[in-house]
């Protein structure tokens, strides 16, 4: 079926430093959608891209979608204690009216 | 706004119970679904519903069941439970739109399950 690869799985930074994690699929994309799930918690919508090559900021946080929509980016600039948890990709792609969703990056961040 | 309410929170079940995970949306959403998160694992969809009176089948439904008789409950049901079983479980929802694209999905508290 259709998959949405997301990577890397784990990634583990220094506060200060900078994050990025990529969805990649081998079909094009209708949008992609970014959440996150802070420890113990449940997943929460950040943010929708459905046009090819759209960028949005959410302070730290920028979106890309790429050309092609067939992937996508969440950078976080200078990560603080407070962006640790699982960031997850979720898009629509073809005829699949149910969103498809990447396995998650799961983010640490060293005080 | 409630959103979308989720109940239990936390269920200990013995090997062989039966149990319903209670799930509400308010949002008027057509689209519902069900997913297991296991310890450091993405999400696994069990079950979805496109609109009351229609189901399907996710990645992983072996062991469950649901239904879906009006457009704001979509319960979960557990038969005969087995430890492979337990795992935190999220239900959503979300709109289908026009554009062929679903809304951002709302999440539920999530239910953590054991079975011992």
């Known amino acids: 079926g259709q998959q949405v690869m997301q990577i890397p799985q784990y990634q583990h930074v220094q506060e200060g430093e900078d994050f990025t994690t990529y969805c990649n699929s081998s079909t094009t994309l209708s949008n992609i959608q970014w959440y996150k799930q802070r420890p113990g918690g449940h997943p929460v919508f950040l943010i929708q891209?459905?046009?090819s090559g759209e960028v949005k900021k959410q302070k730290r946080l920028t979106f890309q979608f790429g050309e092609a929509k067939k992937n996508s980016s969440l950078h976080i600039t200078a990560t603080q204690t407070t962006d640790v948890g699982t960031y997850f990709c979720a898009a629509n792609a073809g005829n699949n009216r149910k969103l498809i969703w990447g396995l998650g990056t799961s983010l640490a961040v060293n005080p | 706004n409630a959103g979308v309410t989720q109940t239990p929170k936390f269920r200990i079940l013995k090997i062989g119970q039966s149990m319903t995970l209670q799930c509400t949306q308010d949002m008027n959403h057509n689209y519902m679904y069900w997913y297991r998160q296991d310890p450091g694992m993405g999400l696994k969809l069990i079950y979805y519903?496109?609109?009351?009176?229609?189901?399907d089948k996710g990645e992983v439904p072996n062991g469950y069941n649901v239904s879906r008789s009006t457009t704001e409950d979509f319960p979960l049901r557990l038969e005969l439970a087995a430890p492979s079983q337990t795992s935190v479980y999220f239900c959503a929802s979300s709109r289908f739109s026009g554009g062929g694209m679903n809304t951002e999905a709302f999440f539920g508290q999530g239910t953590r399950l054991t079975v011992v």
């Open positions: 519903s496109v609109g009351a009176g229609i189901t």
């Open positions: 891209l459905v046009k």
